[in-house]
């Protein structure tokens, strides 16, 4: 049998033709409105840009967080307000960025004071721990903790002998009396606890230290602050996944 005579004129393209040069430009369109296929945020640009409106709610919040919070929330503060000058829309990317590494610093400081407390208020011998005394590092979280810049460094006499003191004192004198008492406290333990005779009477020292701790997280500001970065960064993340390019979210 004869094969069935082709429709098909010369020159015309084929319908598989037609089909494979619209996939083309379906392929090529997308190449133009996304990035590259490559690893970091800076291959991005400013892909996928955070609109004006969004930065300054954050800022927003951020400038009316109240004193006694978290040093780092207004480091953070300072990047935003930058960005939000710049000539183009930033990259989500950037403020994701900011907001994470800030409410990392934050909560790092707040649950090792935190948890120190409670294991403390379980196992008072913790206070007395000699490799690492109290003293060397207890000042410098609970400064950071309400606004101030502090060294990350052990140091027992930190808060005696820099500047921070007078700092916090005006910002805060309740802040500063839970503070300036518990290193007190915990630098008498940590001298009568070099002799065994002194032990109990340093003990009771640093449990007098531990209560003046105990005081200062009930003055702190941070948890609304943190709740509400927490929403922001949420809603930076499912804007950046609605925008294809969630497989570069870093984990902090």
Known sequence: MDAPASTHSPGTPTDAEIQLKHAYEVLAAAARQSPPPRHGIMAFGNYPAVHQPWLQRM????????????????????????????????????PLDILSAAKKACIKDLEHLSDFIHQSVENPMLLLNKQRPVSGWSAQCMVRIVGTEASQEDNSNWWLTSSISESVEKLCERAWISIHLAQDRFMKTQALCRGPND????????????????????LHQ????????????????QFIRAKGVGGHLRSF
């Open 59 to 94: 800022i927003s919040i951020l400038d009316t967080r109240g004193q006694l919070t978290h040093v780092a929330w207004g480091k953070a503060l300072e990047e935003l307000q930058k960005i939000v000058l710049l000539p183009e829309e930033p990259s989500a990317f950037l």
């Open 199 to 218: 032990f109990v009477t340093g003990r009771e020292y640093a449990i007098r230290g531990l209560d003046h701790m105990m005081d200062f997280v009930h």
């Open 222 to 237: 941070n948890g609304q602050v943190v709740a509400r970065v927490e929403c922001f960064i949420t809603e930076l993340q």
